[in-house]
């Protein structure tokens, strides 16, 4: 019985070793630690290159380009001046960001804000830059030009990137009806008509209804020639009013024909008048000839030596007007 019960004992307890075993070997599989991953190598040589963000830009919006420097760790770039203008652009400012640091490597970024101004294609300028190890040593690094196109933005299609092409024509809104003021028109144009009508009408009436020309309309020389003939008729009977005739015809053709005031001044105030620019060589003859008139014509009939004279001198002072009216007469009107 005892030995029943052992061989029992042996038989279950042999798969329980073997399966403890195993458990056991599979635990020391697991807690062993994972086979470590080789951590990515440093680049040979630095790189740079530009990025732009976002890969699209319009007219008023505002986008990044960024220069990114890749370098072996502790190795830096050396400070260096952005390009102060850019064609195309409007450039709003930069800024250098902290170093990404790895095991592997560092990454160094700066980057630019910036606003296009017109539409098209422009290029950013590509460039170099030392970059310093820590031993001292520089290596140059170089960055290609980058090269950006700014569609046109329009609100109502803000998805299209390329060139509009022809567009249809709009369709024409319906009129209003053009009755009303095509009538208004119209009758205003009649209303204007008939006023310039009625204004001929009434210039034909007064023309007819004038007076033929009398010696008002006749030309000053030929006016003033008809009285000196009159003064001239009179020399010998009526010396005295031979001169009146004379200085009022004289004074009357200076009026109308220079516009000087001679008819309702005296001789002492056309003496000192400033006479018209037209005559202005000519006013100190008309002044002396008023003078010899007026020397005689004011004396009084019963004086013998004013009679004396009255005759050769009415006669002299004529022939001065006659003259002096003469050489201002135009050339096609002198007799």
Known sequence: MIDDRSQRRAAWSAPTTWFSMLLASA??????????VPPPAAPASARASLLLEPQRIGIGQVGEVELVIV????????????????????LLGSEALPAEKSAARWVHRTRFRLRPRQVGGFVWPGGSLPVEAPDGST?????????????SLIPEYPGRTTPFGARPVAPIAAAAPVWGPAAAGALFTLACVGLVALARRRRRAGAAAAPPAGPAQTAPWQRARAEFDTADAQTEERPFD?????????????????????AGRTTEELSRATPPFAVTSRWPA??????????????????????????ARAAELLDEARRFVEASVPPDQRE
């Open 27 to 36: 635990l020391l599989v697991c807690a062993e630690e994972p086979p470590s």
């Open 71 to 90: 370098t072996a760790p502790n190795h830096t770039p050396r400070p260096w001046s952005p390009p102060s203008e850019v064609e195309g652009v409007w």
């Open 139 to 151: 290596e140059l690094v170089e960055w290609e030009e980058l090269a950006v196109e700014v569609p």
């Open 242 to 262: 031979a001169a009146h005739t004379t200085a009022r015809a004289l004074r009357r053709y200076m009026e109308s024909r220079f516009g000087a005031a001679a």
């Open 286 to 311: 008309f002044v002396s000839i008023l003078e010899g008139l007026d020397a005689f014509r004011f004396r009084p009939d019963s004086e013998p030596a004013a009679r004396a004279s009255a005759h």
